[in-house]
């Protein structure tokens, strides 16, 4: 009962961990169909930020799924639920000072505005992985839009469940005409006033 719930309060806090690792936490959100990119794109600028010094830690879809949300299915509430789960963690990893990466469909932008919401306008970095679908089947290297194509997989997102894209994302990247290298620098270089201190 949320009556007897009682959040402590710490000695330690956000803006004292922010000092330490001397960064800026947020949360940079990749959203996109599945095989846009979204995962080359997040451990490529995982990668990046790590080598330039700065705490990271990277969220991805199916690992979350394998651990935390292993118990959810892919109906439309257990897709929500996942959201907010993810959205939770990354807000405990925020407030430990860290730059939480983070890539999954998320293909709903009302999903997409409450996790904004849960994490403060300010620190929610939502950069759309912009693909075509006819390239996203051609890379499918996990064979889920063969499955959803026969009827095998329901609700898969550009198949037989809609895809919403961000109505004023912070990037737009073009993963089907651009070169990783060159997103990943250009997305590095975006970032960079948010995150230093």
């Known amino acids: 009962m949320t009556e007897n719930i009682h959040p402590t309060k710490f000695k330690v806090r956000k803006e004292d961990r922010m000092e330490k690792l001397n960064q800026k936490p947020v949360l940079i959100w990749f959203t996109g169909l599945s095989g846009s990119g979204k995962s080359t794109l997040a451990n490529g600028t995982e990668s990046a930020l ?58 709903f932008v009302k999903e997409r505005e409450t996790i904004r919401d849960m994490v403060g306008e300010e620190n929610f970095v939502e950069i759309f992985v912009d693909c075509p679908l006819s390239v996203c089947e051609s890379r499918d290297v996990k064979g889920l839009y063969k499955k959803a194509r026969k009827g095998l997989i329901e609700n898969f997102t550009g198949i037989d469940s809609p895809y919403e894209p961000p109505v004023s994302p912070f990037l737009r990247v073009k993963s089907a005409e651009e070169k990783l290298e060159n997103s990943v620098e250009k997305i590095i270089e975006l970032l960079k006033e948010k995150i230093s201190i």
């Open 50 to 107: 790590h080598q330039l010094g700065f705490h990271t830690y990277l969220l991805d879809g199916d690992n979350v799924r394998s651990g935390l949300n292993k118990d959810l299915k892919f109906t439309y509430e257990d897709r929500v639920e996942n959201l907010r789960r993810i959205a939770e963690v990354s807000k405990l990893m925020m407030d430990a000072g860290l730059i939480v990466v983070s890539a999954f469909i998320s293909p």
